[in-house]
Structure formats: C-alpha cells, structure tokens
C-alpha cells in the first residue's frame, strides 16, 4: 500500500541504498551473474576472461563498467545486493570488511578499528539532512 | 485439527494435507522424476532398481511396481505427482480415476457424460454404510 | 494510472489443452466446451488488456515438494510453458510485466501478504489453458501476463477470505501505478472435481451454480465457504475455486456479469466460465 513513488522515507536514510522488488527486477541480472560464481568452473572462465564471460548476462554497459572496475558502491546502487557481491569479492579473495571499508571510503584498517570501538554511532547517521551539515 | 479431523468423514477421499506429503514426499519425488526423459527410460528399464533410490517405504515401493493407484493415494501419493507415473504407462488421469473408483474407463467415462458422480449419498462415511 | 477492469474465471483442465494442441475443437465431446468461449474471445479481443494478472495454480511442474509457496507472484520477464511428461504445450512463451509486478510485489507484501517472488520457473496448463481459451493460438500472446501462483495442491491451502483480501490489495496496487494500463485479472481452475480415490468423477452442478451467483453478488459470503464444504461438496480438488476469489477481490463490489458457462464434462471436470466487469467500466 505505501507506494514509494509517492514517499519513499528510505531515500533520507544517507549512504545507505533499500534492495527492494524495483531494485531487484533492476539489478536482477547482475545478481545472478554474481550467483552463477559459486561454481568452480564458472570462477575460472570469469577469471579468464571477465568482459567475455560478463557478456553471458544481459546487464547494462553501467552494471558490467562497475563490475569490472570492482566499484562496489556503484554496483550497488545499481541493484547489485551485498550477498549476491559477496560471491563476487570472494572470487577475488576479499572479505566483507574490505568491501564494506571500500564502500566507505576508508581503508580495512580503519574500518576495523572503529568497529573495534563499537561500531558506527547512529547519531548523526539518521538523515540525509545531518550529512549535509 | 489433529484431534478431530471432519475431513475423515468424507468418504473414499484423501485429503493430501502436510502429513500425507510427509508421508509421500519421496514416493512423490520420484514421480516428479518421471518428468525427464532419461530417467523414463531408465525407469523402464528396470523399475526395481531404479525405485531403489528413493527411501520410500516397501509397500509404496510394491504399489508402484503394481499401479495400485488407489492404495498410493492412501499411503501419501498426490494425483498430480502421480499422474506422471502413469503417463510413463501412456495412462490418462481419467483412466486412473476410474480404476481408483472401481469402474471400467468405459462406465466412467459414461457416468462423466451423464452429470458426473452425484454428491447424494457421497457426503459422509455413513451414507456409505448405509449403502454398503 | 492503472486500473483492473475486468475478471475471467475458468477451469483449466490439461484435456482441453490436449484437445486444442491436436485439433479436436469441433469434435462432439469438445465441441461445447470451446463453444462457451465464443463469447469471450471477442469479448476480450474488443477490450484489449495490456496485462492479464492471471491466478493459477501448478500441477507439480514449476514446484515439486521441495518448495511449496503459498502465494508465488511471478516477476520475471518470461515464463516458457512446462514438459509436464508429454512435451511442452505448443503454445508462444509468456512474456511478464516485471515491473508492474514488481510493484504489486511491493506494495501487497507491505499489505501483509507474504508473497513469494519468482523470476524464473515454467508455466504449465494452469495458466496456458485458459491463455488458449480467450485468446485461441495466436503466434504470441497478444498481452503481459502475470502469473500469481497459489498452492492448492497440499492442504491447506489459503482460505477462501485470505484470497479475497488478496484481490483486494492487488486492485489497491494496481491503482497505485503511476501507468495507464488496462488489466484484466483472471481466476482459474475448479469447479467441482475429484481425481482420486472412490469418489473420483463427483460433480456438483447446483453448487458450482450457487457458487458462481455468490462470486457475482455475494463474493463476502463466498469468501466464508469452509474448506470442509469445498471438498464435501465439490471434491478435493474443487478446492481450486478459492482462485476465483482472487480475481473477485480486485474487482469492485458491484460487477456485471457479462457472460457465464457451465458444462459436464471436460474430462473429469465441471467446467464453470465467468466474465464479470466493474460496474463503473464503461467499457
């Protein structure tokens, strides 16, 4: 019944993108290629030859620019889900630290060590409006 | 529900709820099998064998190999499911109806044409043994 | 904005299917079950929907016993008709309206009807079937069609009132859609039917009848019906009519009845055939 093309509260929530069924249908490609990784053969055929092997899916020029470029922020906001770009990072043998620190903008270090302090306050973190400031 | 299921008065009917598919899941899984060509064949070729690696019970096992279909319906086989045990036979869902109700395709078919099986005297087990 | 005009109720038995793909129409067994949809191929040629919203249930084609959805909304761009052990149906593949569905998905989901959402799966004869009875064997289908599955394989089912309330929240999704589009929703299976055990072969005219008068002027009431009298009265699998209360909860209270079938045997099925049209469609 809440229809987001008329509020959608979500798009004040800052850096931070819903995956809901309009993403989905969206990035539906994109995520099923990230799928199709968790097959071995699979891994080493992307391996070989990414741009070949990405043109097997029929997602966008922008999807497939990100992918190869490993930007994960993008892809993301693209309609790429962090579970489905889980199977990606791990192909390159990363963690979800590491793509979680990338996405913010730090490095793995400090990202960790915040976490280590408990975490990213919520304060300040609510709106798009405290980003601004 | 459990305890007093009114669905147990209907008579010569089985209701196919979550326990019967407990009961059926692998008996039905291997007619889902049925729908690929290759194990057709391979179930043809020797039906023992090949019912063999599906952990149903003996006698769903016995009432395959038989065609029993009334009985499988018993014991958690599912009409859709089955269905494409008995297209392996080139048999049609009316034909199973009909054994399973014990007529002739032939009577069947001319109870279907005349209005189909009349609800009077079908509503509840005591009718049936009124009848009986 | 988008809107559900219209709704189509039939059954959907495999056999009539078989009959068209083989070219049996005008034989004397098939004849008057095709002869009731005379009516509504042009019926439905003069409305031209853009999408059909079309409630069907599978026959262990898309879903075995490994995963059982109660409500399973299909949101991908293309459905291809099942192997159900003879071949696929010779029919054109079903092109979806994923975003539409996507939004439907969305906005009844945050209704509080947990659906399921499926991009990929094979279509069987529930939701040909009927295709081929309104729109006969066109080279492709001449609209959208969303497929919105529902078990009423294993019991239970969802009731008969959950479906109704379901139509609802599809009419309010629908509406919600910025796009003009004209949607046609239709309702399949039943009616009365039994295909397994002694009873197989019960038919219940006078209650399908009653039944599609309630769908027209009661839907309320018929949306009360137990599931004990479903299969009591109608067969096992007669349960299939609480699809047809889906298609009767996206239309508005007051509806015409355009048109109504009613005819013993297709196989071992009543068939029941209904076209009710909002009462403020000025069609």
């Known amino acids: ?133 | 529900m459990t305890e007093e299921n009114p669905f147990d008065d209907i008579p010569g009917t089985t209701l196919f709820d979550a326990h019967k598919s407990r009961e059926g899941y692998h008996l039905n899984m291997f007619c889902m099998s049925m729908g690929d060509a290759a194990s057709r064949e391979e179930f043809k070729q020797d039906e023992r064998a090949y019912l063999a690696r599906y952990p149903m019970t003996e006698e769903q096992r016995d009432c395959v190999l038989r065609r029993d279909a009334l009985r499988l319906i018993e014991i958690g086989g599912n009409i859709y499911f089955l269905a494409k045990l008995f297209y392996v036979d080139g048999r049609s869902v009316r034909s199973v109806c009909a054994a399973m109700s014990g007529m002739t395709d032939k009577e069947y078919e001319q109870m279907m044409l005349d209005g189909g099986r009349s609800p009077e005297g079908n509503r509840s087990k005591s009718e049936w043994a009124q009848s009986a | 904005m988008a809107k559900i005009v219209a709704s189509v109720n039939c059954s959907h038995v495999p056999a009539i299917g078989a009959a068209w793909d083989l070219g049996k129409t005008e034989q004397p067994y098939w004849q008057p079950v095709f002869k009731g949809f005379d009516y509504s191929k042009k019926w439905i040629a003069d409305l031209k929907p853009d999408v059909v919203i079309l409630v069907y249930n599978d026959h262990a084609s898309a879903f075995s016993l490994e995963v059982i959805p109660t409500f399973a909304l299909g949101t991908g761009a293309e459905f291809k008709p099942a192997d159900e052990g003879w071949g696929p149906r010779p029919v054109p593949t079903v092109h979806g309206h994923p975003k539409l569905a996507s939004h439907i998905a969305q906005s009844v989901i945050l209704d509080e009807f947990d659906l399921t959402l499926v991009n990929k799966m094979d279509v069987d004869h529930g939701l040909t079937v009927p295709l081929t009875l309104m729109f006969g064997q066109p080279e492709a289908w001449p609209c959208k069609v969303i497929p919105l599955a529902v078990n009423v394989v294993q019991y239970p089912p969802p009731t008969g009132n959950r479906c109704y309330n379901l139509g609802k929240a599809i009419r309010r999704a629908v509406e919600a859609y910025p796009e003009d589009l004209r949607v046609v929703i239709f309702g399949t299976g039943g009616m009365s039917h039994q295909l397994q055990g002694k009873r197989a072969g019960l038919i219940n005219k006078e209650w399908d009848n009653n039944f599609l008068d309630l769908l027209t002027h009661d839907p309320g009431k018929a949306a009360k019906i137990p599931f004990i009298e479903y299969v009591r009265e109608t067969g096992s699998e007669g349960i299939e009519m609480v699809m047809w209360l889906v298609s009767r909860g996206a239309l508005e209270d007051k509806v015409r009845e355009k048109h109504r079938y009613y005819h013993v045997p297709a196989s071992n099925t009543a068939l029941g055939h209904l076209i009710l049209e909002n009462e403020s469609f000025k069609g």
Not at chain 1, 83 to 105: E, H, I, N
Not at chain 1, 111 to 129: C, F, I, P, T
């Open chain 1, 1 to 133: 019944m809440a229809d987001k093309a008329v509020v959608d509260p979500f798009e004040d929530i800052p850096g931070t993108t819903l995956f809901n069924a309009e993403r989905s249908r969206v990035g539906y490609h994109l995520n099923m290629f990230c799928m199709s990784l968790m097959k071995k053969a699979n891994r080493e055929e992307f391996k070989a030859n990414e741009d070949l092997y990405l043109r097997k899916w029929p997602m966008t020029d922008e999807q497939r620019e990100a992918v190869l470029k490993r930007d994960w922020g993008r892809m993301i906001q693209l309609g790429g889900n962090v579970y489905f770009l889980s199977k990606l990072f791990s192909t390159d043998g990363l963690s979800f630290q590491f793509v979680a620190a990338s996405m913010t903008g730090m490095t793995q270090e400090q990202y960790a060590e915040m976490m280590l302090h408990g975490g990213r306050k919520v304060d300040g973190n609510r709106s798009n409006s405290e980003w601004v400031k």
